[in-house]
C-alpha cells in the first residue's frame, strides 16, 4: 500500500516568509508525528497528534512553528517567519496508534530559507 | 526526559565482515527500541525493532540485542555488503515519544 508522503519535496524560501509543509500519512494510521533533522545530525521531535488532537507540542522550536492535522488524515506544519536556522529537512511519520510503536517515516521535505 | 547515546559516529567495514553499533538509553520506562536505516535524500527506513520483553531478534543478516539492567541496546548486521553503507539511528520510546540517537555512518568498502 502508499506509504507516507510530504510534499513539497523542496522548499527554498527567503527569510521572513512563512511556509507550510504538507504530510499525508499511512490510510487507517490514526498517530502522526513530526520531526527535523539538521544537517548531520539526529531527528528532532516537534510535535505528535493522535486523531486530530496534540496532547505534547513540547518539541516545537518556537511560537513560530505550528501544526495542525484535520479529519484524522493529513496534517500540515507552518513555519511563520521563517530564520536561516529552520533551514532543515522535515520528516513526517505515521503509525497504527500513539505509543505502539512502528512509526512509518516520509521522504521529507528539505527546507532552505535564503 | 529519555536520553539516547549511539556509537561510533562512523564505522568502516570491508564487504563479508561484521558491524556492531551500540546505543545506551536513560530512562528506564522505555520499552521498545527499534533500528532505522536511511539512504542518502530519503526517510529513515524501520529495520528491525524490539520489546523489552525480549532479550534478541534476528531477522537474516541483521539482529538487535537489548540488556534492559545495563539500559543498552546493539545492531549486529553480518556478512554485510555495499548496500548496506547508510546511516544508522536507534531510537528509545518512553511515554508514547520517540527519542533518536545521533546516527552512525556505516561505509561497506567492496
Known amino acids: 500500500g502508499a506509504g507516507v508522503s510530504q510534499s513539497p519535496s523542496n522548499k527554498v524560501t527567503e527569510k521572513g516568509k512563512d511556509v507550510e509543509l504538507r504530510c499525508d500519512p499511512i490510510?487507517?494510521?490514526?498517530?502522526l508525528y513530526w520531526y527535523r533533522q539538521s544537517l548531520g545530525q539526529g531527528l528532532e521531535f516537534l510535535i505528535y497528534?493522535?486523531?486530530?488532537?496534540?496532547?505534547?507540542k513540547s518539541g516545537l522550536p518556537s511560537d513560530r512553528f505550528s501544526a495542525e492535522r484535520t479529519g484524522g488524515s493529513v496534517s500540515t506544519l507552518t513555519i511563520q517567519r521563517t530564520q536561516q536556522e529552520d533551514s532543515a529537512v522535515y520528516l513526517c511519520?505515521?503509525?497504527?496508534?500513539?505509543?505502539?510503536?512502528?512509526?512509518?517515516f516520509g521522504p521529507g521535505t528539505r527546507l532552505t530559507v535564503t | 526526559g529519555e536520553n539516547v547515546e549511539q556509537h561510533p559516529s562512523t564505522l568502516s567495514v570491508q564487504e563479508g565482515d561484521s558491524a556492531v553499533i551500540k546505543c545506551t538509553y536513560s530512562?528506564?520506562?522505555?520499552?521498545?527500541f527499534p533500528w532505522y536505516k536511511q539512504e542518502l535524500g530519503k526517510g529513515p527506513q524501520l529495520i528491525i525493532d524490539?520489546?523489552?520483553?525480549?532479550g534478541e531478534k534476528k531477522d537474516q543478516r541483521i539482529a538487535v540485542t537489548l540488556n534492559k539492567t545495563a539500559k543498552h541496546f546493539s545492531l549486529h548486521i553480518t556478512e554485510t555488503q555495499p548496500e548496506d553503507s547508510a546511516v544508522y539511528f536507534c531510537?528509545?520510546?518512553?511515554?508514547?515519544?520517540?527519542?533518536f540517537g545521533q546516527g552512525t555512518i556505516l561505509t561497506v568498502h567492496p
Open positions: 511519520a505515521s503509525s497504527l496508534f500513539q505509543g505502539v510503536g512502528e512509526q512509518y
Open positions: 490510510s487507517g494510521h490514526t498517530a
Open positions: 497528534f493522535q486523531g486530530n488532537s496534540a496532547p505534547d
Open positions: 530512562d528506564s520506562a522505555s520499552n521498545y
Open positions: 524490539i520489546r523489552s520483553n525480549v
Open positions: 531510537a528509545a520510546e518512553s511515554y508514547g515519544k520517540l527519542t
